[in-house]
């Protein structure tokens, strides 16, 4: 979901993706042990160090699926009378599935 928004929105691409990159700039090995130090060695800390890790490729892999719908066929379906959502569902996400699948 964050990033079909990071994908639709201008704004989100100018707050969010930042922090996204800027997050994988630290390291996972870091980040654990305060993790672990602050929220035991329960299951939250595992699923949150777990999180931290699958957020960033799955949310870039959603971004470059939707990006890859090429200029001709988005302008092909507004020319034909496609909305926003017509243009979302029957064609970028289609065209994203192979993307996000691998993620």
Same mark, same amino acid.
Not at 48 to 54: G, K, R, V, Y
Not at 91 to 97: E, F, Q, V
């Given at each position: 979901? %964050? +990033? @079909?928004l990071v994908s $639709?929105? #201008?704004i989100a691409r100018q707050t969010v993706y930042p922090l %996204? @990159?800027?997050s994988q700039m630290i390291p996972k090995v870091a980040i654990a042990p305060v993790l672990i130090i602050w $929220? +035991? #060695?329960g299951l939250e800390a595992k699923v949150? =160090? !777990? $999180?931290? =890790?699958?957020l960033f490729s799955i949310t870039l892999s959603t971004m470059v699926g939707l990006d !890859? !719908? /090429? *200029?001709?066929?988005m302008k092909l379906f507004h020319s034909m009378g496609? /909305? &926003?959502l017509d243009t979302c569902f029957k064609? *970028? %996400? &289609?065209? !994203?599935? &192979?993307?996000i699948s691998r993620a």
């Open positions: 979901m %964050l +990033g @079909v $639709f929105s #201008t %996204l @990159v800027s $929220f +035991g #060695t949150l =160090i !777990a $999180f931290q =890790i699958a !890859a !719908a /090429g *200029r001709d066929s496609a /909305g &926003p064609l *970028r %996400l &289609p065209t !994203a599935l &192979p993307n």
